[in-house]
């Protein structure tokens, strides 16, 4: 499945080949009895944002600490930009960033210090006083890392995983814990990341970060991948019904399901009216919307309910509480 | 080796930004020198062979030093840095954590010889403190203890499952070892009975060390606390090589 990124860089339009950076193959990592990870294969492209998403305990940040060389797997074979992550370990954090799900700067120790500190891990030479102002931290340039909000360190911590000027980075469960504004102003950066031409590849276990920012997602379940595809084509292969919903004042007219197609239900629950079906022909709206203008109904607050990524997660990975 | 500096330079700052361990390396050492020299000045005594209090104290006062850089400092710094991530963090990148824990030992060594300095400067000044020993022979003695009490905090930092738990036994075993090693309070004022117990203190082999070089004696009388010192050093690296966690 190739996803073709199209960046516009300088006036010039780039389209990438489909070039694969990360190659797993039949990954396995067991700790004492638990399989943390269960013999999964997947690829990731050059320039996709590439999300692993899966309930707490999954094996997703596993995942990603052995694609990243930072863990040992039982077995299976690991290439990522051509290198072995266990043997070529340096060389890989050279030019990759990484933003690990539990990892802390001194306290005391301030932005700006941070990343001067830090850029100067890596040959390549970054001007980190650009990426200061790119990602919204000049005004705290001198404030600790201990003073900091929880958008800001992350933010903080995705300027520390571009000094490298990666090809390719990883990001686990970054944006937990975090406001909607934070969230939002979190997901504008990574997609700005990728559109410099950086490859991502991002745990989580929001459904709707991954629907929203992902290219492909694998979902990940006891170890095992369940499911991969584009989020889009996952929620129309689960074939889950839409629904239409609308308020009226008056009752229903009797004939009203008449014009509906023969698969749709109609569900009365007080003024609110909610028509369950699918867009098998034509898309169900029209044909609701059509049938209330043909018999002069008067309706309010009309909208439509589209199963999303959550719907088939939920479907994949079952409603029972886990820890 | 530019990673190396940089990192040097940022945990020095880090140091000074702390201000309880800077005071109990800096400042509490001076603040006994001006208690106990106030209080007994430092007229020749016959308890210590013709020298007086605060020429047998800045020895002592120095071991006392070593004993809480190595033992604080390092142990809870180390043990801090892996519970929150700070290590983790630096596995992401092409520099080992390794250079944080080199880094930590130079701004430590350096800190605890800032600490001798001040107080020998202060002991002279202000009572004419007398040194009768080698310079570089007490520097050689001061490296082996201060490296030989990093070895310890290392140990300490590698089976601490946290820093308050570090924090905690690093205490529990530095305050005894102050006042029953002679580091705060002279050795010849001590009774038999503490003398039979702080034969298993390392700290006392540092205070013998130190005094001893520091009025000109020879290594060869000393060779016994040398032996002892450089046997944990070696113990202490290897038993870390072993235990130490990165994460």
Redesign the interface.
């Known amino acids: 499945m190739g996803v073709r990124v199209i960046i516009v860089e300088n006036g010039k339009t780039l389209v990438s080949k489909p070039n694969r950076v990360i190659a797993v193959v039949e990954l396995r990592k067991v700790y004492g009895e638990t399989i943390a990870v269960d013999g999964i294969s997947f690829d990731v492209e050059e320039f996709e944002i590439f999300g692993i998403v899966g309930p707490n305990g999954a094996g997703k940040t596993t995942t990603i600490e052995c694609v ?1 060389g ?1 863990r040992k797997p039982d077995s299976g074979r690991i290439n990522v930009l051509g290198l072995d992550p266990q043997h070529d370990g ?2 890989l ?2 030019q990759t ?2 933003q ?1 799900q ?5 306290d ?2 301030k932005v700006w ?1 941070s990343l ?3 850029s ?4 390549k030479k970054t001007d980190w006083e650009e990426l200061l102002s790119q990602l919204g931290l000049e005004e705290k340039r001198n404030s600790p890392f201990g003073k900091l909000s929880g958008g800001q360190k992350q933010r903080l911590f995705i300027a ?1 995983a571009l000094l ?1 000027q990666p090809k390719l980075i990883f990001l686990d469960e970054l944006t937990t814990g975090l406001d909607p504004q934070a969230r939002h102003a979190i997901w504008d950066l990574v997609r700005d990341v990728r559109a410099k031409g950086t490859t991502v590849v991002m745990t989580t276990h929001f459904m709707e970060e991954a629907e929203r920012l992902c290219d492909r997602v694998a979902i990940l379940d006891h170890g095992k991948i369940v499911a991969m595809d584009t989020p889009e084509a996952l929620i129309h292969d689960l074939g889950a019904e839409i629904q239409v919903v609308f308020n009226i004042d008056a009752a229903l007219p009797p004939d009203f399901a008449a014009a509906l197609p023969a698969d749709a239900r109609i569900e009365i629950q007080g003024g609110r009216v909610i028509i369950h079906g699918s867009d098998a022909d034509e898309p169900l709206v029209a044909i609701v919307v059509n049938q209330l203008a043909r018999q002069k109904i008067r309706f309010r607050d009309l909208r439509t309910e589209q199963p999303n990524l959550e719907d088939v997660f939920l479907k994949l990975t079952g409603r029972q509480l886990r820890e | 080796m530019k990673s190396l500096l940089k990192m040097t330079w940022m945990e020095t700052k880090l140091f000074f930004r702390e201000p309880i361990g800077a005071f109990f390396t800096l400042g509490f050492p001076l603040m006994l020198l001006f208690i106990f020299g106030g209080i007994f000045g430092n007229e020749p005594s016959e308890y210590f062979k013709g020298y007086g209090s605060v020429d047998v104290s800045i020895p002592a006062y120095t071991a006392m030093i070593i004993a809480t850089t190595g033992l604080t400092g390092l142990a809870i710094t180390m043990s801090a840095y892996r519970e929150v991530g700070v290590l983790r963090r630096l596995q992401t990148t092409p520099v080992h954590p390794l250079y944080v824990l080199f880094a930590q030992v130079i701004v430590l060594f350096a800190m605890t010889t800032l600490g001798m300095i001040l107080l020998i400067v202060a002991a002279r000044l202000i009572y004419q403190m007398r040194f009768d020993g080698n310079v570089l022979s007490v520097l050689g003695g001061f490296t082996l203890s201060s490296f030989s009490f990093f070895a310890i905090g290392l140990v300490l930092a590698g089976l601490m499952p946290t820093a308050r738990t570090a924090q905690v036994v690093s205490m529990a075993l530095l305050y005894p070892m102050l006042f029953l090693c002679g580091a705060g309070y002279p050795l010849e004022l001590l009774p038999e009975s503490i003398h039979r117990i702080n034969k298993f203190l390392p700290l006392t082999y540092v205070v013998k060390l130190l005094r001893g070089l520091w009025v000109g004696e020879s290594w060869a009388l000393h060779a016994g606390e040398a032996l002892v010192l450089a046997g944990i050093l070696v113990v202490g690296v290897l038993v870390s090589l072993k235990t130490f966690r990165w994460e």
Do not use: T
């Open positions: 990243e930072l340096r060389q954090r050279a960033g990484m690990l539990q990892s802390h700067l001194p005391r120790m210090e001067d500190l830090y100067s891990f890596y040959p520390l490298s």
